[in-house]
């Protein structure tokens, strides 16, 4: 059975996870750069966004899609007690942001902002450098126990900003959910007119089995 839309939704409503007995907490979560500026879908970024996640597996990524201007991704808390998600997330984006690749589509002119979900699906806003030597990194503990500050800026000469400042988040209810949500996901690239099958899309994959027990 298909959700129907939330109401004139057009900010995200961040609700905390809630564990349920015998349930795994698995969440999808989208995250838009900012102005839906394209510069996502190219094998470095995808690299770079693949050892961040591993890296910073407070919460553990499961299946993600990047698209040019926004990324999807299914996530399960890799800690007990659960850590928090709206910290974690802005964890991994200002990592991607500092380790972002000089020349690859960063600028001065990508600004701040907060992006829109016109068509009200829910948890989904609408379509529309090698990284190795480059600093780990830093530990999550330290972020969350408030002795570190999330980073910013990158490594760039001229700062940008990569990311809107919020993003959507979507628990799954059920297997039922899980796969629904995961087919619209998978899709996109074909939805787009960027691949004429979704698996034809290079820029997916899994980085932690989540499996709906």
């Not at 928090?84 to 000089?102: C, D, G, H, T, Y």
């Not at 907060?114 to 190795?132: H, I, M, Q, S």
Request: with cysteine.
């Amino acid at each position: 059975m298909n959700d129907p839309p939330p109401p004139s939704r057009h900010r995200p409503a961040h609700h905390p996870p809630i564990e349920r007995f015998n349930d795994p907490v698995i969440v999808l979560v989208t995250v838009c750069t900012q102005d839906r500026h394209p510069v996502l879908a190219c094998d470095t970024v995808h690299r770079l966004c693949r050892e961040v996640w591993q890296a910073a597996d407070y919460w553990r990524v499961g299946r993600y899609v990047l698209m040019p201007d926004h990324v999807h991704l299914f996530c399960a808390p890799g800690r007990i007690p659960m850590p928090n998600l709206r910290q974690w997330v802005e964890f991994w984006k200002s990592r991607i942001a500092v380790q972002w690749p000089v020349g690859l589509g960063g600028s001065a002119s990508v600004r701040t902002g907060l992006g829109e979900n016109p068509d009200a699906t829910e948890g989904v806003p609408p379509e529309g450098r090698n990284v190795e030597g480059r600093p780990p990194c830093r530990p999550f503990r330290k972020i969350l126990d408030g002795t570190e500050p999330v980073p910013s800026g990158t490594g760039n000469s001229n700062p940008f900003k990569l990311w809107q400042r919020d993003f959507w988040d979507t628990q799954m209810r059920s297997r039922e959910h899980y796969d629904e949500k995961w087919s619209y996901v998978r899709m996109n690239s074909v939805r787009q007119g960027l691949a004429k099958m979704p698996d034809d899309w290079p820029f997916q994959g899994e980085v932690f089995p989540l499996a709906w027990r």
